[in-house]
Nanobody, 128 residues
Framework: QVQMVESGGGWVQPGGSLRLSCAAS????????MGWFRQRPGKEREFVAA????????YYARSLRGRFTISTANAKNTLYLQMNNLTPEDTAVYYC?????????????????????WGQGTQVTVSS
């Protein structure tokens, strides 16, 4: 069993930065691909970024590339999402997720169905 716990959400002014963390515990072996998703008010949950440990390749939603960076630490048990130049449109609940499917095409990790384990989410609010 794998548990995912997000932290680091909060309020930030437009143009500001925030770093989200996700602590993964359980039998990931430090090798489960992980990703970030978000759900903006009134919208469906959407893909943000994912990382595959086998080759340390990251994959981003096209609209977020360049502002958001996914990374890891602590033997790949902690996942981060660095978010820069935030706008009110980034206001959302952000979720981290992990999957035991290690060998998919990188773009496949943008799909929710791929993931077996989800965190409870952390709220990010961008406003002045």
């Amino acid at each position: 069993q794998v548990q995912m716990v997000e932290s680091g959400g909060g309020w930030v002014q437009p143009g500001g930065s925030l770093r989200l963390s996700c602590a993964a515990s359980g039998d990931t072996g430090g090798s489960y691909p992980m990703g970030w998703f978000r759900q903006r008010p009134g919208k469906e949950r959407e893909f943000v970024a994912a990382i595959r440990w086998s080759d340390n390749h990251a994959y981003y939603a096209r609209s977020l590339r360049g502002r958001f960076t996914i990374s890891t630490a602590n033997a790949k048990n902690t996942l981060y999402l660095q978010m820069n130049n935030l706008t009110p449109e980034d206001t959302a609940v952000y979720y981290c997720a992990a999957t035991s499917r290690k060998s998919l095409n990188l773009g496949s990790y943008a799909a929710e169905w791929v993931y077996d384990y989800w965190g409870q989410g952390t709220q990010v609010t961008v406003s002045s």
